[in-house]
C-alpha cells in the first residue's frame, strides 16, 4: 500500500459507523460519535527536494483515490485481532511503535534511525553482521526497491548501506544527515533519498510480517526464532 501523497500534519481518530454508498460499495463515514488526539505525522524533508518531486511527476498515478481503502481494512482488521486476542507479537508491537516515533520527529538524524530500528525489528540482522546483509536482506523483504521510481536503480544496495552506516553513525552520536543537508545540493538530495529508502523500507517489513503472522508461528517464538527462520530461508517466503 503506497500513498501517492504522504500525509503530514495533526493526528485524529474519527470513531463512527462507515456503510456503503449506492452502488460504488466504498465503505463511507456515516457520523462521528468520538474523537481522540493521534501521535502527529512531520512533514517529509524529501517533500522538499527537486529531485523528488520531478520524479513523481513523471509517474502515473490513480484518479481513483480511495483504491488503498480494501488494503487499509485488511491491516486493520488483522491488528484488531492481534490486539483484540491479546497476541500481538513483541517484534511486530516494537516496530510498530519505533515506527510511529519516527513519523512524528522532524530532525532527520532522530527520523531515519527510527525508520531502520523500525526494518531491523523484522530484518532479524544477527550479532556482528554489517550493511552488506542490511542490504542483502532489505532487498529479499522488499524486491520492489530495485525498480522504485524514486530510490531504485543499479546503486540501491550502495544506498541501502549508506544508510544503514550513517544509522550508525546517529546511534554513536554523530549527525550525519544534518551534515549531509548542510552539503549543498547533492548532500540535501542524497538525505531526502536515504529518508524516503528508510521510511519505505518501514513500511514494507511492517506489512511483510503482518501478512505473516496469520501463517507464521516465528514471530510468537521471538527474536531468536526469527533469526533462525532468516537462516533458514523460511522467511520471507518468496
Known amino acids: 500500500m503506497e ?19 449506492g452502488d460504488a460499495g466504498t465503505p463511507v463515514l456515516q457520523g462521528i460519535s468520538a474523537t481522540a488526539r493521534e501521535s502527529g505525522v512531520a512533514r517529509p524533508f524529501f517533500l522538499s527536494s527537486r529531485e523528488y518531486n520531478e520524479a513523481y511527476r513523471r509517474q502515473r498515478h490513480s484518479i481513483d483515490r480511495s483504491s ?21 507479537p513483541r517484534i511486530m508491537h516494537v516496530a510498530l511503535t519505533a515506527e510511529e516515533v519516527a513519523l512524528s520527529r522532524r530532525e532527520l538524524d532522530f ?91 518501514a513500511r514494507r517489513s511492517i506489512v511483510a510480517a503482518l501478512e505473516a503472522t496469520s501463517t507464521h508461528e516465528v514471530f510468537r517464538e521471538g527474536r531468536a526464532a526469527l533469526e533462525r527462520a532468516w537462516n533458514e530461508g523460511t522467511f520471507p517466503r518468496g
Open 111 to 201: 527520523r531515519i534511525p527510527d525508520f531502520v530500528r523500525t526494518a531491523e525489528c523484522i530484518l532479524a540482522l544477527p550479532p556482528g553482521s554489517g550493511s552488506q546483509v542490511f542490504a542483502d536482506r532489505a532487498l529479499r523483504i522488499a524486491p520492489e526497491l530495485r525498480k522504485h521510481w524514486y530510490v531504485g536503480g543499479p546503486k540501491i544496495e550502495d544506498d541501502l548501506r549508506d544508510l544503514y552506516k550513517r544509522r550508525n553513525q546517529c546511534v554513536h552520536g554523530k549527525i550525519p544527515f544534518e551534515d549531509l543537508q548542510n552539503a549543498g545540493k547533492g548532500g540535501r538530495d542524497r538525505a531526502a533519498r536515504e529518508e524516503y529508502l528508510a521510511m519505505d523500507l
Open 3 to 21: 500513498s501517492d501523497a504522504p500525509l503530514d500534519g495533526d493526528g485524529w481518530i474519527f470513531t463512527g459507523m462507515c456503510a456503503s454508498k
Open 68 to 88: 488503498w481503502h480494501a488494503e487499509w481494512l485488511g491491516f486493520d482488521r488483522r491488528l484488531c485481532e492481534l490486539v483484540d486476542g491479546n497476541s500481538m
